[in-house]
């Protein structure tokens, strides 16, 4: 297949078990709008939304256990905005802001604060 065509869901038999191992939309060869994706186990991994093939607005990624791992916004596929990381049994491991990709603003990491350049306004307020 050397084009994907809008609209096809791509998925996995194996045996007798059916398998969703990426669910997603996908217009001129690229991913485009919402997705999903999962483990063998049928849990969900990671979902999120694509525009032209890259990362938009907002992503979460999932332990095996089903607990939220990481959860934050992207724009032109680069972290943009507030992100949160957490550990396996769901406790807050981490916070902080994206510019474009770069940390900005304030980020408490294992409990302690670190400080990087200012964020700007519009990043500010979305925190």
């Known amino acids: 297949m050397s084009e994907i065509e809008p609209g096809v869901i791509i998925a996995f038999i194996v045996g007798s078990v059916f398998l969703i191992s990426l669910l997603s939309d996908f217009l001129f060869g690229k991913k485009d709008g919402p997705f999903e994706s999962y483990y063998r186990s049928g849990?969900?991994?990671e979902k999120g939304t694509y525009k032209d093939g890259e990362l938009e607005g907002l992503s979460e990624l999932y332990y095996k256990n089903g607990q939220l791992?990481?959860?934050?916004?992207y724009k032109d596929g680069e972290p943009h905005g507030p992100f949160e990381g957490y550990s396996k049994n769901g406790q807050l491991e981490w916070k902080g802001t994206y510019n474009m990709g770069e940390e900005c603003g304030e980020w408490i990491e294992d409990g302690e604060t670190?400080?990087?350049?200012?964020c700007p306004p519009d990043l500010e307020d979305a925190v």
């Not at 791992?69 to 916004?73: I, L």
């Open 43 to 45: 849990q969900l991994k």
């Open 69 to 73: 791992s990481e959860k934050g916004t």
């Open 114 to 118: 670190v400080t990087y350049d200012p």
